[in-house]
């Protein structure tokens, strides 16, 4: 019915730069607002980036900051992150989300729909 697929993952050496690509398809979402969110082993699922739909507006945990960049293309209904300058603690499982509901983009549980996740390893 709704569906994100999530592309780009991958291993990169540190200080190398991956971009994941998240397209959605299905119904319309009850807001454009769109986000990536991570998961690393032993830790809780955390705020990465969000965009609203112009994608003039963007968000980014303080951690990626200066590193990532969240972009969009909505003729492809496609959200893209694109990662330089990667760290070892960037090693994680990347979710796309969407649905957002709320005032808050960077709150997991403010998003209705999630992609599977996609696989980044960073070593050197």
């Known amino acids: 019915q709704v569906e994100l697929v999530e592309s780009g993952g991958g291993l990169v050496q540190a200080g190398g730069s991956l971009r994941l690509s998240c397209a959605a398809s299905?119904?319309?979402?009850?807001?454009?607002?769109m986000g990536w969110f991570r998961q690393a082993p032993g830790k809780e699922r955390e705020f990465v980036a969000a965009?609203?739909?112009?994608?003039?507006?963007?968000d980014y945990a303080d951690s990626v900051k200066g590193r990532f960049t969240i972009s969009r293309d909505n003729a492809k209904n496609t959200v893209y992150l694109q990662m330089n300058s990667m760290k070892p603690e960037d090693t994680a499982v990347y979710y796309c989300?969407?649905?957002?509901?709320?005032?808050?983009?960077?709150?997991?549980?403010?998003?209705?729909?999630w992609g599977q996740g996609t696989q980044v390893t960073v070593s050197s």
């Open positions: 989300a969407a649905d957002h509901v709320g005032r808050r983009p960077d709150r997991a549980y403010e998003y209705g729909d």
């Open positions: 965009i609203s739909r112009s994608g003039t507006s963007t």
């Open positions: 299905g119904r319309t979402f009850r807001s454009p607002v």
